[in-house]
DNA sequence: GTGACATCTCAGCGATTGGTGAGATGTTCC
DNA sequence: GGAACATCTCACCAATCGCTGAGATGTCAC
């Protein structure tokens, strides 16, 4: 047999050190987002349709005003909007962004695979 | 004109009080994973491929034992696996389990639409 | 205007959580 | 065997975060 050395050996670990950190700010923020159950629920509440704050705490068995903190999270998110009810201005009838939905998506997808 | 009313009035809003709650455990179970810099990017990097504590540690700047109580996370909930480097045991090699990944894929699809 | 309703804002408290330090376990090399 | 290395475990502390309570704003009905 030559020098030749076999090919199948097992290969000596060299650990490498200067892997690229890779940019998962934006999926952090989205997976954070979503990290509560509130909302979670208020997310995929809206993902059918418009809905009020008093709906809102109704079906996430929340009460009001603690509905409303996590409603200005995510409008300064930018992943919801507002906008008073036409016929009765009390109400506040929330949407979803999909815009911005969208983005979360694209995010957690580029960690996820 | 008859007594017949105009269609397209203003419909006075009666809010929906009675909203099944959605069941949104499993994507913010998901969420609270990711919600983390040092976990998304060890999830991350193992995208492409199987790495070890110190190549993970390199990577993400933080150390080894920090990036040890993180993997540990990642275990208990069944998204990582580790083996032993087959040529040098001292590495503990990491890499995904990809069905797992793909429920929190779809967990989160399912709130974000 | 007055009262009731729907929502908003924010300070404060309690619980959760990520990073650290120190020590323990397992592996390789000499 | 002993030393160096790679990793793990866990108690502790500081910072973060969600819920509450109280008060303020805006809207409707009378």
Redesign the interface.
């Known amino acids: 047999m030559s020098h030749a050395t076999r090919i199948e050996l097992?290969?000596?670990?060299e650990?490498?050190?200067?892997?690229?950190?890779?940019d998962?700010?934006e999926?952090?923020a989205?997976?954070?987002?979503?990290?509560?159950?509130t909302r979670?629920?208020i997310?995929?509440?809206l993902?059918d349709g418009r809905?009020?704050v008093?709906?809102l705490a109704?079906?996430?068995?929340q009460r009001e005003n603690n509905l409303s903190n996590h409603l200005a999270r995510l409008r300064d998110a930018g992943l919801v909007r507002a906008s008073r009810?036409?016929?009765?201005a009390r109400?506040q009838y929330y949407e979803r962004d999909e815009d911005a939905?969208r983005g979360?998506?694209e995010a957690?997808?580029?960690?996820?695979?």
Not at 15 to 22: A, G, N
């Open positions: 097992p290969v000596l670990p650990p490498r050190l200067d892997l690229p950190s890779p998962v700010d999926a952090v989205a997976a954070a987002v979503l990290a509560d159950p979670a629920a997310l995929r509440l993902r809905h009020c008093c709906e109704a079906a996430t068995g009810h036409e016929a009765n109400f939905i979360m998506r957690l997808r580029d960690v996820l695979g």
